[in-house]
């Protein structure tokens, strides 16, 4: 990817370079994110929100705004609340079966409707391939934040453990594990092979370090508010050179989101490192280790992300969507 050459065969100079915006922006955010948990920031959220569970069914609810709280990544959503949550579900007596499901049903739904996640690159980088095969002019940004109240299976999804969590109204398997978990004590059935246990150097606070909610929330702050200036600052700049004029409104319909979320990263970053650094939690060298660490993280991610833009640009080689419409046209209503 750090080859132009490579980047503009993938999809033409203008899309090479989008796709290479998005690749850093994810592996940007996935080194806040790192840095986040070396020093206590998602620890302290994980510690404000635990204080409210002490019964099963607040268990329930601690877990499920857990899930609501760290939009930003749906990986990082798993890896803090299935380590962080599982000690106290256990101690009030909630399946993992029922630990498992709520982490899983907030993961994916939150991350693909959250504003700034390392979702949202992915989904803008796929509309913005589709306007471009249609030849549509249009901001692939302000497309994807028009399309959200119709992710129905991703807000209904996170509505309906909300629902399950205040009623306790469980059925089926999860009926029987909710049972055996309250009578027994026990949160996994006898005999049950574990897929894993995961206990990554990130996801807990550095040794010494105490944990504090504002380190947590203050990047992802930052994140926000440097995404939505980066709009209004980039779209002002498209107005500009068209020799137009308008209104915030205007100029986030007008603006580069590639160039805003690289911003908002890269600030996401530098509050974080400032922060862990101001105040004495990592050294540089610790700041550093847990920054690359996050980055690391991210390659799975990437490596999906350039594979889906591979099917993309194969797909539109092939013609498939003509083929499809050839096809299906007097058969399916539009």
């Known amino acids: ?18 796709h290479a915006s998005i690749i850093v922006f994810t592996l940007l955010l996935g080194g806040m994110v790192g840095i986040m948990y070396r020093m206590g920031g998602m620890q302290g959220i994980v510690d404000r929100v635990s204080k409210l569970a002490t019964t099963p069914r607040r268990g329930q609810l601690a877990a499920w705004l857990m899930g609501v709280i760290i939009f930003f990544d749906d990986y990082a959503n798993t890896l803090i609340v299935g380590n962080s949550m599982r000690p106290l579900t256990d101690r009030v007596r909630v399946s993992r079966e029922k630990l498992s499901y709520i982490v899983d049903s907030t993961a994916a739904p939150v991350t693909a409707i959250a504003v700034v996640t390392s979702w949202v690159g992915f989904q803008i980088s796929l509309i913005d391939q589709s306007f471009g095969s249609l030849g549509i002019d249009r901001n692939p940004f302000t497309a994807y934040l028009s399309s959200l109240p119709y992710c129905f299976y991703c807000v209904f999804a996170v509505l309906f453990v909300l ?5 306790g109204r469980d059925y089926g398997a999860m009926l029987t594990a909710e049972r055996r978990a309250r009578t027994t004590g026990k949160a996994t059935r006898d005999g049950a092979v574990l897929m894993s246990n995961i206990d990554s150097e990130n996801a807990a606070a550095a040794p010494g370090t105490k944990p504090r909610i504002v380190n947590g929330i203050l990047p992802i702050a930052v994140v926000l508010g440097v995404a939505f200036a980066g709009l209004v600052v980039t779209g002002r700049q498209s107005l500009a050179a068209a020799g137009r004029s308008g209104g915030i409104l205007d100029a986030v319909k007008e603006s580069n989101s590639f160039t805003a979320l690289l911003w908002c990263s890269m600030a996401g970053c530098l509050a974080a490192g400032l922060l862990a650094l101001g105040e004495r939690l990592l050294s540089l060298t610790d700041t550093l280790a847990a920054w690359l660490s996050g980055i690391r993280s991210m390659m799975l991610a990437i490596v999906i992300l350039v594979l889906a833009w591979c099917i993309g640009m194969k797909c539109e080689e ?16 539009p």
Request: hydrophobic residues 50%.
């Open 1 to 18: 990817i750090g080859d132009r050459d490579v980047v503009v065969a993938l999809s033409g100079p203008k899309q090479g370079a989008d």
């Open 163 to 167: 629902a399950i969590a205040l009623t």
């Open 318 to 333: 092939l013609r498939t969507a003509d083929y499809l419409v050839h096809s299906l046209s007097g058969v399916l209503a």
